[in-house]
């Protein structure tokens, strides 16, 4: 993904689009190999099995939202689970709204579950400040005519402006986000960790970009390349 992102940056492209279903892989082959944190509780039981890809090679698909960079891009872009909080304020976009995209992605990876399972604008940022700490003020400040509802006094109107105590449950039983990944992940958890903060910044100025997050030393290091 993050190479993808790379070419098309490159070619001053934005996809805005993506999402786990925009992302195939190029080859349907795979091993079946044993569970064994499933079939750890049934030693008797040998039907535990899961596959694994023989190539990790993928393709992106959807090119029907892809843009040229522009200034001042103000629509809403990105489908809803994988869109970056500028968006949603409507701060503008451009090529660190596919950065977000590919950070939202890689938890899911992780957890299986897509990190913010959201249909509103106000919870989709609670859940963002719940799992990644408080947004900054300079970007609240700055949210347009359409999103200044959801601040209130500098800060996120949350959970005072909740629809409903569902929504505010569905946040409160958020982990933050070192949390969740330990939750899932046995190996190099404090690199991927590191990673994802560095790809899910509220500040798209600050966010790392695709040449950057290719060079973490998650993809780098000695111990990914004896896998």
Known sequence: MTKVAIVMHDLHLIHTDLKPENILLVSSEYLKVPDYKVSAKSPKDSSYYKRIPKSSAIKVIDFGSTTYDRQDQSYIVSTRHYRAPEVILGLGWSYPCDIWSVGCILV???????????HENLEHLAMMEKVLGPLPQHMLKKADRHAEKYVRRGRLDW?????SRDSIKA??????LQNLIMQHVDHSAGDL????????RYDPAERLSAKEALRHPFFTRDHLRRL
């Open 108 to 118: 899911e990876l992780c957890s299986g579950e897509a990190l913010f399972q959201t």
């Open 193 to 200: 960790i590191h990673l994802l903060q560095g790809l899910l």
């Open 171 to 176: 946040v409160l039983k958020l982990p933050r």
């Open 159 to 163: 959970p005072e402006g909740a629809t």
